[in-house]
Each structure stands twice: as structure tokens, then as C-alpha cells.
């Protein structure tokens, strides 16, 4: 496998290696002892899968201490274009963000470290998204700010389409009213 480094330290894009012949192909999804050579050191515990339409975006989220989380995203069918938002006060990066192109048809991985939010947004149909996350989800820490926050720099792709959001996701604060990722 390839991994790839962001702009943001701990925030890094895998490329697993893909071998093909006649049949089709098979790649190596996840491997610990390979992953955590590789300076990916979690012990995924839940995996998750969202299945949507094009022009959804889901986000941007996080658990709050002491159930934060890191995860390990990836698209089985589709494509989407991921967005991480370091939350940790204090960190040199904080307020930044890294975002990405993952498809069906690139096969590439983002993993993302505890301290920040994530979310993406759809861009093709019938888009399966699967993810790992190294601890299990507790309703209670659940937090999240809005995706389009201005604040943020994010330039989310135009679709041409209205967004989809959930009426929670459409809610939630601004990133300067949020509170730390390690707070309540």
C-alpha cells in the first residue's frame, strides 16, 4: 500500500494495492500490522456504511471526549468528496482543513485522526460509503457544526443541484461556537 501525507500531520490518504488479472481484481482492504507500519496505530472497533444519492452531504461530525474517535473512510461504490476539519485547540492546525476525491474507482482510504470533524458530499448516485472508527459511537457525545460555515475556507464542490442535508446537520452551530473536541 501507498500512503500519501496532507497538509495536516496524522491526516493521511492510503492507496491499497490492487491486483488484477482476467477475473477482476482484489485489494487488501485493511491490514493492522501493515497499517500500523504505516503509522496508522487504532484499533477499530464499529464499522459503519452509509449508503446515498448524489448531492447529500452529511456532516461535519465528531464524538466528544472520552468518546472521541478516529476513522478510517473509504467508498465501495461511488464517489464522494471528503472533508477532515482539525477541532483541536491548540493545535497548529487548527480551523484548517484536508479534503479529498474517494471513489469506487480510485479505491483510495483517508484516515482520520481523533480532534477532528468530519462529513462529505455525495457526487454520484447510489454512493456506498464504509468507515472504521477505533471507538464505539455514543449518542451523548455526539456533536457536529454546519458544513458551510464561511469560517471554515471549505469550497465544497457545486453540484449544480440543491443539497440534501439532514434537518440535524442543517442546525448545527458555527465552528466558532463550537467548544473543543475534548469538551462536553
Known amino acids: 500500500m501507498n500512503v500519501l501525507s496532507t497538509e495536516?500531520?496524522?491526516v493521511v490518504v492510503v492507496e491499497p494495492q490492487v491486483f488484477g488479472d482476467?477475473?477482476?481484481?482484489?485489494?487488501?482492504?485493511?491490514?493492522?500490522?501493515?497499517?500500523?507500519?504505516?503509522?496508522?496505530?487504532?484499533?477499530f472497533v464499529q464499522?459503519?456504511?452509509?449508503?446515498?444519492?448524489k448531492g447529500v452531504v452529511r456532516g461535519l461530525h465528531w464524538q466528544a471526549?472520552?468518546?472521541?474517535?478516529?476513522?478510517?473512510?473509504?467508498?465501495?461504490r461511488g464517489a464522494v468528496w471528503?472533508?477532515?476539519?482539525d477541532i483541536r485547540r491548540g493545535s497548529p492546525t487548527f480551523g484548517r482543513h484536508v479534503a479529498v476525491t474517494l471513489s469506487a474507482e480510485n479505491r483510495r482510504q483517508l484516515y482520520i485522526p481523533r480532534g477532528f470533524a468530519h462529513g462529505f458530499i455525495v457526487l454520484e448516485d447510489d454512493t456506498l460509503f464504509s468507515y472504521k472508527c477505533d471507538r464505539l459511537y455514543c449518542r451523548e457525545a455526539d456533536r457536529g457544526m454546519l458544513f458551510s460555515d464561511p469560517?471554515?475556507?471549505?469550497?465544497?464542490p457545486d453540484l449544480g443541484m440543491e443539497l440534501t442535508l439532514s434537518d440535524k446537520d442543517r442546525r448545527h452551530p458555527l465552528?466558532?461556537?463550537?467548544?473543543?473536541?475534548?469538551?462536553g
Open 8 to 10: 495536516i500531520p496524522g
Open 22 to 43: 482476467s477475473r477482476g481484481w482484489f485489494a487488501e482492504q485493511y491490514n493492522a500490522e501493515r497499517y500500523k507500519a504505516a503509522g496508522i496505530d487504532a484499533d
Open 47 to 53: 464499522d459503519n456504511e452509509s449508503f446515498s444519492s
Open 65 to 76: 471526549a472520552p468518546h472521541t474517535q478516529a476513522k478510517l473512510v473509504r467508498v465501495v
Open 82 to 85: 471528503d472533508v477532515a476539519v
Open 151 to 156: 469560517a471554515l475556507g471549505i469550497e465544497w
Open 175 to 183: 465552528f466558532k461556537d463550537i467548544l473543543p473536541w475534548s469538551e
